[in-house]
């Protein structure tokens, strides 16, 4: 069989190389350039990019788990603050709590140190007290080694775990999980655990736990996701990457609940306008990118079709 010659090998691999995809790219102007491009100010952080909002025909009783998929369709820089967060805003009974991924997690080194640290990407889980007001202590918090926390009142009264998780393009599945139960003077509370599963490793990492009051739990009847830009003392004016976001349908108890309706929530007075929503059947996608002048200001609500799986 006669070999093939130095220059055929050069030309199959170049072949080859041609069909590789480029990387996408997360680049565009500042946020203040493209604000004044358009002749418009910028509004004080954190940006709500978009919310988007499922209405549940009815809450869940015996909750025991909320699980989203999210898709991020390019690596993100850490020189941006962006939140990625798939369980917006949730409540049970009664209790708020939120979570999802940012490329700069920050907070106290530990429970004992008030050093507030920059670690890089991360992924974060907080809940507030019953009334927003009264202050709710570390003893809330379970956190792996390594892992940060804190309890403030800056954004109403809560408390939260962070941990650094290196996430960058892929599909993730992000949980919020039932756990143990303590008793503390002889009343009931409950540990919920936060999990992110990168589908690429099938590797499932434990970001740290939150204690709430009670032993039997129902979930409300909606969900919300968001997609924001936040400020942090180590990047105090953030920029805006190009970035499409990819939301799937929230899983209770491990099913899928049915859907009463869904919208998309924007808010040009406190947010500038640069993400657009659509829907793929029951996932919802968020592409972020140029700035752009909305049809009127305000609020404005955009009604999803979405499909129950």
Not at 257 to 284: G, I, M, R
């Amino acid at each position: 069989m006669p070999k093939a010659s130095p220059l055929v090998f050069f030309l199959m691999f170049s072949a080859v190389g041609s069909t590789l995809a480029e990387p996408l790219s997360h680049q565009q102007p500042s946020a203040q350039e493209m604000a004044a491009k358009l002749g418009i100010g910028l509004p004080r952080l954190p940006w709500h990019l978009t919310d988007i909002w499922w209405r549940f025909e009815n809450p869940t009783a015996n909750f025991e788990s909320l699980e989203v998929d999210v898709t991020i369709d390019r690596d993100i820089p850490e020189s941006y603050n962006l939140y990625i967060s798939p369980v917006g805003i949730a409540k049970i009974n009664g209790l708020q709590f939120y979570g999802g991924l940012q490329t700069n997690v920050n907070g106290w080194a530990s429970k004992q140190s008030r050093t507030r640290v920059h670690p890089g990407r991360g992924a974060i889980f907080s809940r507030w007290s019953h009334d927003l007001k009264q202050p709710i202590g570390l003893s809330h918090v379970r956190t792996v080694k390594g892992g940060l926390c804190e309890s403030a009142g800056y954004e109403g009264q809560f408390c939260s775990v962070r941990r650094t998780y290196a996430w960058k393009a892929g599909t993730y599945t992000y949980s919020i999980v039932k756990g143990d139960l303590e008793l503390i003077k002889e009343k009931p509370h409950t540990w919920f655990h936060c999990l992110v599963r990168s589908h690429k490793s099938d590797f499932t990492t434990y970001m740290g736990s939150l204690r709430f009051e009670g032993e039997d739990f129902t979930f409300w009847d909606r969900n919300a996701a968001f997609v924001e830009i936040y400020a942090t003392s180590k990047i105090p004016k953030s920029g805006i990457p190009k970035v499409s976001v990819t939301f799937g349908y929230p899983r209770l108890n491990g099913k899928a609940p049915s859907l009463k309706s869904a919208y998309a929530y924007y808010n040009s007075e406190k947010s500038p306008q640069c993400a657009k929503t659509s829907v793929e059947v029951d996932k919802v996608v968020v592409e972020v990118g140029s700035m752009f002048l909305p049809d009127k200001k305000g609020v404005r609500h955009q009604p999803l079709v979405i499909k129950s799986p």
